[in-house]
């Protein structure tokens, strides 16, 4: 004996209602599971220790006392002792017209051709 779809149907309806879960009879990918779960953000925003004072900041409070920030200036003087080198960063363009001479793709990269006879 075969109970009718339109039956069963009912039945999930108010199975549905009770429980306070989503009604898809046709069983559609809807997202439901990733919906229901709880948000990360402030447990991901927890994990991170908070931000304390850097050395930057002490500078913009006390403009009058000289704060000393060692990793900078080690990081200064290695940009310092590579420019010397020839190591450095490349200067900036300032015109449209300079960037446009550098910009250009040079052709070719395979063999030579032979100069035709």
């Known amino acids: 004996m075969s109970v009718p779809r339109s039956r ?10 009770i429980f306070s879960t989503t ?6 990918r809807l997202g439901n599971k990733v ?4 948000l990360r953000g402030p447990t991901l925003a927890a ?3 908070r ?9 913009n409070l006390y403009p009058t006392f000289e704060v000393v920030n060692d990793a900078e ?3 200064l003087n290695k940009i310092k002792v590579a420019k010397m080198r020839g190591k450095g ?3 900036k363009k300032r015109t449209a017209a300079e960037s446009k ?3 250009k793709k040079r052709g070719g990269g395979g063999a030579a051709k032979p100069p035709p006879t």
């Open 8 to 17: 069963i149907l009912d039945l999930m309806k108010a199975q549905c209602r």
């Open 23 to 28: 009604f898809n009879p046709e069983r559609l």
């Open 35 to 38: 919906l229901r779960q709880r």
């Open 47 to 49: 994990y991170y220790p």
């Open 51 to 59: 931000k304390v004072a850097t050395l930057k900041d002490l500078q």
């Open 73 to 75: 200036e080690d990081r």
């Open 89 to 91: 960063a490349p200067k």
């Open 101 to 103: 001479k550098f910009g």
